[in-house]
């Protein structure tokens, strides 16, 4: 029996941001996502946002001192660790690599060929947020 729902994607990331507006700017442009959904905030903020990649999809909305907000740590507020990763495949590793870094992305984990197949590397986003971006397609 599968409890997941028959979907496009059935695990989508979140991730909150205290410049979404920002953030949403830096994950179209420099990683390649696609803006599918904004819902602008009372304050400003964005209160709910969805941006595609491929078939993937993240969503986000600004960090804020909510009952949800208070479960997640900003990367800054505990020394830039993170508890778990977003994961990019791409069909080019190398020209990712490229743009990535063209666009100013601190890169973490430069790009390198990986035991298990395909190419990958790793960069922050302007919070802290890790990503990783790699061309192994553990599907195929």
């Known amino acids: 029996m599968s409890l997941a729902a028959t979907t496009r994607t059935t695990i989508i990331p979140t991730l909150r941001y205290r410049d979404a507006p920002a953030a949403i700017d830096w994950l179209c442009s420099t990683l390649g996502f696609e803006q599918r959904l904004v819902v602008p905030g009372d304050d400003g903020g964005i209160a ?3 941006l595609s990649f491929g078939n993937g ?47 100013g992305a601190e890169i973490v984990d430069p790009l390198t060929a990986q035991d298990y197949g395909g190419k990958g590397y790793a960069c922050r986003d302007p919070e802290g947020h890790i990503w990783w971006i790699g061309s192994y397609d553990p599907w195929a």
Request: proline share 2%; hydrophobic share 40%; charged share 20%.
């Open 57 to 103: 999809m993240v969503m986000l909305s600004s960090a804020g001192d909510d009952e949800w907000g208070r479960r997640m740590a900003q990367p800054d507020e505990v020394s830039g660790r993170q508890t778990q990763c977003s994961c990019l495949i791409v069909g080019d590793c190398d020209a990712h690599y490229a743009h990535a870094v063209a666009a």
């Open 48 to 50: 709910h946002a969805q």
